[in-house]
């Protein structure tokens, strides 16, 4: 068993991921966020990910959310990739909002 330190470029925030668990799995072990969670199967696109640096072992990806040439160019759904080495990602697609919101100047009241 290996464990890898997962790095989110959208939060600064790092994690680590043990190599028998996918990325979404490692960082909702340790009660982290940032990676949006969907389905957990692979089937709502909701996870996806550009991996910017390291390498990963892939399960099958459903062609509706991750084209092979995504694939092919690090961009894939993180329920579905496990670490091979030390990853740097970046959230992408619908809920990349979500994950990335800064506080404006009416939030910092709150």
Excluded at 82 to 91: A, F, G, H
Aim: net charge positive; aromatic share 4%; glycine share 10%.
């Amino acid at each position: 068993m290996a464990a890898f330190t997962i790095t989110l470029d959208d939060t600064g925030e790092s994690y680590r991921c043990v190599d028998y668990r996918s990325v979404l799995e490692g960082m909702e072990a340790l009660g982290k966020k940032g990676i949006p969670v969907g389905c957990r199967q692979g089937g709502c696109g909701v996870c996806k990910v550009q991996v910017m640096s390291g390498s990963y072992s892939k399960r099958v990806m459903s062609r509706e959310h991750v084209s092979a040439e995504d694939e092919a160019a690090g961009c894939v759904l993180s329920c579905r990739i496990k670490p091979t080495s030390d990853l740097r990602i970046s959230v992408v697609g619908t809920m990349k909002k979500n994950v990335c919101r800064t506080v404006g100047p009416a939030d910092a009241s709150l």
